[in-house]
């Protein structure tokens, strides 16, 4: 089946970017994304076909690798981890597993 609908991600202004079709989204890969404001957005698709944006920005590295983790799940619950120190990231709430201090932003993500 192809879907052709466009992802889009709404960046912190408020306005949404379109970033890809939705099969041109890999399940469990990342895309990153530019946003207006410079911000960068980490877009994937779960293996059920979920969606989930957060923050490209690896909180403990400062570098903009999110889109490039590791992908998987943890009781069920949708995970990235970075590749720099393999911190895990819950896709819905951005929590750091690792570390609850440390959150990634997470982004409203749409089908259009």
Known sequence: MNRTEQVQVRS??????TVCSYDDLEPSCGVAALLP???????????AGALHAVGNRD?????????????GSVDGVPT????MYKQTFDLRTGICLDDPEVALPVLPVRLL
């Open 59 to 71: 909180p403990f590295s400062g570098a903009d690798v999110i889109a490039d983790g590791i992908t």
């Open 80 to 83: 990235v981890a970075s590749p």
């Open 37 to 47: 404001e410079g911000e960068q957005a980490a877009v994937f698709r779960t293996p």
């Open 12 to 17: 912190t202004s408020g306005e949404w970017v």
